[in-house]
């Protein structure tokens, strides 16, 4: 009798084991718009998707010429989380002197349209920052201060800014990057779209901490969750392994 306890206990303590391994800890949010705007002009752009051009000013320096503008909806977003990374897909690397530093920033407004007017940013909240080096296929920004913006803005729309801001050389440089209609897929949901993911664990040197125990990723904002089968596949199997040697344990004992 005791040993029918003590086998039930560690198939329940199984289970809870793996049940822990699927509750949030990342899921990708789908964009819901993005542009590339002109804010000398003040206006933007539809059909360019994320497009950053930086040109140098009469002092050599790197000076904004073209902003990259992404949004998405986080109306249905119940979740508490802590960081955050950004994952854009290169397209296209014309002029300028790689590395090229890229900046997010806030967006003055979430309202903005895709051929709109330049909704402008916050160049005082800096969000996170990479280094692309003209060379990768990706560009990933992740930090705590950008999952706190987007965690800020949970229950309505979100926006932030790609600003090239170093990278120019001894002229301007223009780095591309897919859109939510880009070449990777069809729109409206492009395999190459910008990935947003938040976690729940720190962002520490760069990298989420719990990026290990991201188990789902959302196809969409509306669509259920997918399972990581690999990993709960694993777990499974261990769970069993301990399950069965304990259990062995446990007869070798009481014979």
Known sequence: ????????????????????????????????????????????????????????????????????????????????????????THYKTTGGTPPFTLKVYPANNDTWTEDGTDPGYDDTQELATADYNGT?????????????YFLNKKGGEASIAIVMTDGCGAGSGTVEFED???????????????????????????TPTAVEVSSFKAESNSQPSSPNWPLLTGLFALAAVVVVGIGYGVRHFNS
């Open 136 to 148: 990768d296929t990706t560009l990933t920004f992740a930090s705590d201060d950008l999952g706190s």
């Open 180 to 206: 939510m209609e880009g070449s990777g897929g069809t729109a409206p949901q492009s395999a190459n779209e910008a990935d947003l993911v938040f976690y729940t664990g720190q962002v520490v040197n760069g």
């Open 1 to 88: 009798m005791k040993r029918k306890v003590l086998i039930s206990l560690i198939v329940m303590l199984a289970i809870v084991m793996l049940t822990a391994t699927v509750i949030f800890a990342g899921t990708y949010r789908n964009v819901t718009k993005d542009t590339t705007c002109d804010p000398i002009h003040d206006i933007c752009y539809d059909g360019y998707g994320v497009y950053i051009q930086a040109s140098t000013d009469m002092a050599g320096g790197c000076k904004p010429a073209y902003i990259g503008y992404i949004g998405w909806d986080l109306t249905s977003e119940t979740r508490t989380w802590q960081g955050a990374s950004l994952k854009l």
